[in-house]
Every structure is written in C-alpha cells, then in structure tokens.
Nanobody, 124 residues
Framework: QVQLVESGGGLVQAGGSLRLSCAAS????????MGWFRQAPGKEREFVAA????????YNADSVKGRFTISRDNAKNTMYLQMDSLKPEDTAVYYC?????????????????WGQGTQVTVSS
C-alpha cells in the first residue's frame, strides 16, 4: 500500500513557475514508477509526465515538453514536478500516481495509487 500526498499548488501569473511535490508513505517507494496527471474543469484527465523507479528515464507530454521537469528523490520518498513558463491552459488539479511497473508509464489505468490532487491556477 502506498499513500500519496501532493503539495505546492497555488495561483501564479502566466510565465511564472511552481514546484509540485508528491510525498509517499511506505518503504517500497523506490520500486514504483511515478507519474503526474492533471484534470481541468469539464475535461478528461490527461497525462503530464512520468518517471521510472530509478529516475533514469522520464517522459513528458508534448504539451509540457521544454517547460516541465519531473524528478524524484528515493531517499526522501518524494517526487517533484518543476513547472516553468506556465500558461493559463495549465490550470488544472494535478495528481500524482504510483505504478507497480518499474518502467515509465503513461496510461492512467496502469497506475495503482493516486493522491488527492493539488490545484494549480495560472492567470493571464
């Protein structure tokens, strides 16, 4: 069992930056691939970024490539999402998730545990 808690969301102006954190409980955090998803009002949940269990492999959605960076610190049981050059269309609730797969995973249905989400609002 893995429990995930996101933090770091908030209100920022377009062009600004935020760093989201996802703190995980449990001793096996390092064996899980991790990912970030987001859901805007009235829209489907969408994949944002993923990272393998070791952190050696990452993958970003095209919409955030060059602007967002995913990373993890297994010693701290924490994953991060550095978000730069934010746009109003990045406004959404951001969720972190853990997958029992060790490799990078982009499909939501391959994730086993989810956090409660943190709101990110980007004003124009």
């Amino acid at each position: 069992q893995v429990q995930l808690v996101e933090s770091g969301g908030g209100l920022v102006q377009a062009g600004g930056s935020l760093r989201l954190s996802c703190a995980a409980s449990g001793r096996t955090f390092s064996s899980y691939a991790m990912g970030w998803f987001r859901q805007a009002p009235g829209k489907e949940r969408e994949f944002v970024a993923a990272i393998s269990w070791s952190g050696s492999s990452t993958y970003n959605a095209d919409s955030v490539k060059g602007r967002f960076t995913i990373s993890r610190d297994n010693a701290k049981n924490t994953m991060y999402l550095q978000m730069d050059s934010l746009k109003p269309e990045d406004t959404a609730v951001y969720y972190c998730a853990a997958s029992r797969w060790a490799r990078v995973v982009t499909a939501g249905n391959e994730y086993d545990y989810w956090g409660q989400g943190t709101q990110v609002t980007v004003s124009s």
